[in-house]
C-alpha cells in the first residue's frame, strides 16, 4: 500500500519510489493519473491494473486469488495520498483478509489528513476524522451536533470537493446560527501544490467572510471543525448499550449472559457491562 503525493513530487520518498520500480503489477485508481506519475520517475514497462470503487468483490478475490498463486508482488496506490483513507484500498484489504499468505505492507507518506492536522492547531491529541462531508444539510446538522455533543474529540476533519465547497460554508453558517457553538474552522485546497491556501477564521463571521471573498474555490479541500472546551457540551451522555443491558436485565435475562449479549452487539468492554449490569440489579 503506497502513499503518492498529494501535490508535491518531491513529497514520495525514495523507498516509494523503489518500490514502485520493484513491483510486478501496479493496482490503481485511474491508469491514466498513475502513468503519469511513473512517467514522471523514469519507470517504464510496468503493468498497470484499475482497482476502483466499481471493483466487485468477486473481481478482488480474483485477483487475490491470482497473487497467491504466482506469488506476484503487487504495489497498490491511489490517485492521491495514502490508500484506504476515503478510497477503495480499503476494500481491498477487507478481501486481503481471507488470504493470510498474502503479506499486507504500508509504505507511508503524504497524506492531506495529516497534512491538515500538522497546520490545524486544536485542543487534545485526539482527532475525528469523518472523510467527505455530508451531503445534505439534515444528515449535516446532524453529524455536527453529535460530535459538539460527544466526547470523542473536539477535533474533526472533513474532505470536500470543490464543487461544493460553497454549500458547505453556508451549512456551517445555518448550523452556527441555530447551535450554541462558535467553533474555529481551518480550510485548506490544494495541500502542498503551486495554489495551496489555507483559511482560518471562528463562527459565523468567518464563514459569512469566505462566502462573500472572491475565492477560487477549484481544487481539493480538507478543514477541520475545532470545538473549544468551552463549547463542549458537558451533560453526561448515556451510552447506546446501557438501555439495551436495562431491557435485557428487566426481561429477566441472567447479568452474564446479557453482558455477553450488549458486548457483541456494541463493542463494550464485557467487564464492564457486567460490573453495570450487577449494579442495576442492586438498585
Not at 134 to 154: C, G, H, M, V
Not at 183 to 194: D, G, Q
Not at 244 to 264: D, F, H, T, W
Request: glycine fraction near 6%.
Amino acid at each position: 500500500m503506497i502513499a503518492t503525493p498529494i501535490g508535491n513530487l518531491g513529497d514520495l520518498s525514495t523507498r516509494a519510489i523503489e518500490t514502485l520500480r520493484l513491483v510486478d503489477e501496479v493496482w490503481c485508481e485511474d491508469t491514466r493519473h498513475t502513468q503519469a506519475l511513473l512517467a514522471a520517475l523514469d519507470i517504464k514497462g510496468k503493468v498497470l491494473r484499475r482497482v476502483d470503487q466499481h471493483t466487485s468483490r468477486a473481481d478482488l478475490q480474483a485477483l487475490l486469488v491470482g497473487v497467491r498463486s504466482m506469488r506476484q508482488w503487487i504495489g497498490v496506490v491511489t490517485d492521491a495520498g495514502t490508500p484506504g483513507l476515503s478510497d477503495p484500498g480499503a476494500l481491498l484489504m477487507d478481501e486481503a483478509e481471507e488470504f493470510p499468505e498474502i503479506v499486507c505492507e504500508p509504505v507511508p507518506g503524504p497524506s492531506a489528513l495529516a497534512a491538515m492536522m500538522s497546520i490545524a492547531g486544536g485542543t487534545g491529541s485526539s482527532l475525528y476524522f469523518h472523510g467527505f462531508f455530508p451531503r445534505t444539510k439534515n444528515e449535516s446538522f446532524e453529524l455536527l451536533t453529535k460530535l459538539k455533543n460527544s466526547a470523542l474529540s473536539p477535533n474533526c476533519v472533513f474532505f470536500e470537493s470543490p464543487h461544493r465547497i460553497r454549500e458547505t460554508w453556508k451549512v456551517l453558517e445555518e448550523w452556527c446560527e441555530r447551535a450554541p457553538a462558535e467553533p474555529r474552522f481551518v480550510f485548506a485546497k490544494e495541500l502542498t501544490k503551486i495554489h495551496e491556501a489555507v483559511f482560518r477564521g471562528r463562527g459565523i463571521g468567518f464563514l459569512k467572510g469566505l462566502q462573500d471573498q472572491q475565492v477560487d474555490e477549484r481544487g481539493e479541500w480538507v478543514f477541520s471543525v475545532l470545538f473549544s472546551k468551552e463549547s463542549l457540551d458537558k451533560k453526561a451522555i448515556t451510552p447506546e448499550w446501557e438501555p439495551a443491558l436495562e431491557c435485557l436485565l428487566k426481561a429477566g435475562i441472567a447479568p452474564k449472559s446479557a453482558s455477553l449479549i450488549v458486548m457483541e452487539r456494541f463493542s463494550v468492554a464485557k467487564n464492564l457491562a457486567y460490573k453495570w449490569a450487577l449494579e442495576f440489579q442492586k438498585k
